[in-house]
């Protein structure tokens, strides 16, 4: 038991289909269904969007779910960039682990990169009909530029790989990384997502991350869409945390009736 992070959230290991664990919480209030969340980019289960939104599920009566990625907080595996489709069969090994537990995941949600992965999940396996995104990049081959030099294509065809300093920590960029990157093409991924899949995009009016248009141009593809601004909202929520959860709980009351 983790008692910091909710009244019961239990630790649970899942293998992944590498055999690395993925180590996650689980909010468990015995309901049979079970919301999971994915993180974003270079963040974890104990971001505070994953743990705001967890908690609101909770107190609904619902069980939610927040792990790690392979690469990412305690889950076994190598940090990769990019990676959308890697980390969406991480998420597939997480569906398959509850459905052999006899639980049902009926809503997958996932912030910003998360939201991205969520969607390619929607988009390669029809199982989940109802998808949650927070704040999701539309075009991915915006974004990198800041983080890696504008010259980044230059440099990693010279030495096949760019290094990157953030913080005390780093990590590396390969070229094999960058290329899956700059192929995932969200808008492909929105246009397979099946009609039946309700999704919810959820952004901030003041995300300096991934700008407002993003989420208008998933509304624009994705057939059975509805996008929910949150005015004032930062890329994290940071002041807007409580407003997400209700935002989210609406949708998810929609979906899951709690008596």
């Known amino acids: 038991m983790d008692s910091s992070q909710g009244s019961s959230a239990a630790t649970i290991v899942i293998p ?5 664990k993925l180590i996650g919480l689980l909010h468990d209030t015995g309901s049979t269904e079970i919301v999971v969340l994915c993180h974003g980019y270079r963040s974890n289960k104990n971001d505070p ?6 908690t609101a599920i909770e107190k609904e009566g619902i069980s939610a779910f927040r792990f790690d990625f392979s690469g990412n907080g305690e889950s076994e595996g190598s940090f990769y960039f990019g990676n959308y489709n890697y980390e969406a069969d991480d998420l597939r090994s997480v ?11 009926p809503i997958i949600l996932g912030h910003s990169k998360g939201g991205d992965v969520v969607l390619v999940y929607a988009s390669k ?3 989940i009909c109802n998808v949650i995104n927070l ?3 539309y075009d991915l081959k915006k974004g990198i ?20 300093k953030e913080g005390n920590s780093g990590y590396r960029v390969t070229k094999e990384s960058l290329i899956e990157r700059l192929n995932t093409d969200m808008h492909e991924a929105g246009l397979k997502i099946h009609k039946e899949c ?6 901030g009016s003041a995300d300096e991350v991934i700008p407002l248009e993003d989420a208008k141009e998933f ?4 057939p059975n869409h509805k996008l929910e601004i949150v005015e004032g909202a930062d890329h994290c929520y940071t002041k807007h945390l409580s407003q997400l959860a209700t935002t989210v709980m609406e949708f998810i009351k929609t979906v899951i009736v709690t008596n």
């Not at 969007?49 to 967890?54: E, P, Q, Y």
Request: glycine share 6%; aromatic share 8%.
């Open 125 to 127: 396996y029809h199982d």
């Open 135 to 137: 704040s999701g990049r």
């Open 95 to 105: 569906i398959r682990y509850f459905t052999n537990m006899n639980r049902v995941v």
């Open 16 to 20: 992944n289909n590498n055999n690395e």
């Open 49 to 54: 969007v994953m743990i705001s939104v967890a």
């Open 219 to 222: 509304a624009k593809i994705i």
């Open 198 to 203: 309700r999704v919810l995009t959820v952004h």
């Open 145 to 164: 530029g800041e983080r890696l030099g504008e010259d980044f294509l230059e440099r990693v065809k010279q030495q096949g790989f760019i290094d990157v």
